[in-house]
């Protein structure tokens, strides 16, 4: 008998960085779903194809980032040397 609140307790026990990384990346892609409706002509709001296009570039950027950490451990050991100094 899992219950969601198990299930979260669990990951965050596990791997705390790995959860927070997907909630951010979750939350980053959210206006990839707007951006068919927004192409396809339905009217929306100024504001809304500000945040989505905004979310984009975000979500692409954590992307990226996370790409690069991924592949590299000279990026990740400059953070962490920087980390230390302060």
Known sequence: MNTNSQIWD???????????AAVVGGLLALPLFALPTI???????????????????????????GVIVL???RPLAAIGRAAQRV
């Open 71 to 73: 592949r590299a451990d």
């Open 10 to 20: 669990y990951a965050r026990r596990r791997r705390p960085d790995r959860v927070l």
């Open 39 to 65: 192409l396809a002509g339905a009217p929306v709001s100024r504001g809304l194809v500000r945040t989505a296009l905004l979310g984009i570039a975000g979500f692409v950027l954590y992307a990226i980032f």
